[in-house]
T-cell receptor, first 110, second 115 residues
């Protein structure tokens, strides 16, 4: 079983839709989690950190549920520019090691 | 401010040859990470430097891979001798010391093809 698992998708949604991704992790030793986005043939870029209390950044909301060992990302009012692969990342050993999920591909359609 | 840079952007070599990848982190970033993504797989952590010291190299596949960061600035990752399964995209990332460790800035990657 992979340490960080994600539904690979693709998720095809119309502009303006709300879409949610989940990510599950198996190693409870992880300290922190992050969502990165990666455009085709580009490098990953940090989207947002994920806190247990939930955090919001504009149209994006992230949530961490340690009891159930899953992380979620909600995107409201989807834009065409949101089309990308979203990577769930767990931090271990206080920043010494990071584990990436396989990514979830999102396509926002006009 | 310049971002993380990597050189070369692409490298095509034959099995058995040696290749050296270079990463220049953002100036002032003590943390430097190497990652690899092989075709169809997730990004895998290789190792982590704090300045010139290796903190965690648990992700290095085998002893054909050697990473260095002399002087604590740029880093190199050498593969010698290269094998077919080494093909993939090698990413470097850096982050500030004391900052949120997950706030890494990635370089554009080096796409390595071993024939």
């Amino acid at each position: 079983r992979k340490e960080v698992e994600q539904d690979p998708g693709p998720f095809n949604v119309p502009e303006g839709a709300t879409v949610a991704f989940n990510c599950t992790y198996s190693n409870s030793a992880s300290q922190s989690f992050f969502w990165y986005r990666q455009d085709c043939r580009k490098e990953p870029k940090l989207l947002m950190s994920v806190y247990s209390s939930g955090n919001e950044d504009g149209r994006f909301t992230a949530q961490l549920n340690r009891a159930s060992q899953y992380i979620s990302l909600l995107i409201r009012d989807s834009k065409l520019s949101d089309s990308a692969t979203y990577l769930c990342v767990g931090e271990y050993n206080y920043g010494q090691n990071f584990v990436f999920g396989p990514g979830t591909r999102l396509s926002v359609l006009p | 401010e310049a971002g993380v840079t990597q050189f070369p952007s692409h490298s095509v070599i034959e099995k058995g040859q040696t290749v050296t990848l270079r990463c220049d982190p953002i100036s002032g970033h003590d943390n430097l990470y190497w990652y690899r993504r092989v075709m169809g797989k997730e990004i895998k952590f290789l190792l982590h430097f704090v300045k010139e010291s290796k903190q965690d190299e648990s992700g290095m596949p085998n002893n054909r891979f050697l990473a260095e960061r002399t002087g604590g600035t740029y880093s190199t990752l050498k593969v010698q001798p290269a094998e077919l399964e080494d093909s993939g995209v090698y990413f470097c990332a850096s982050s500030q010391s004391g900052g949120l460790a997950g706030s890494q800035f990635f370089g554009p990657g080096t796409r390595l093809t071993v024939l």
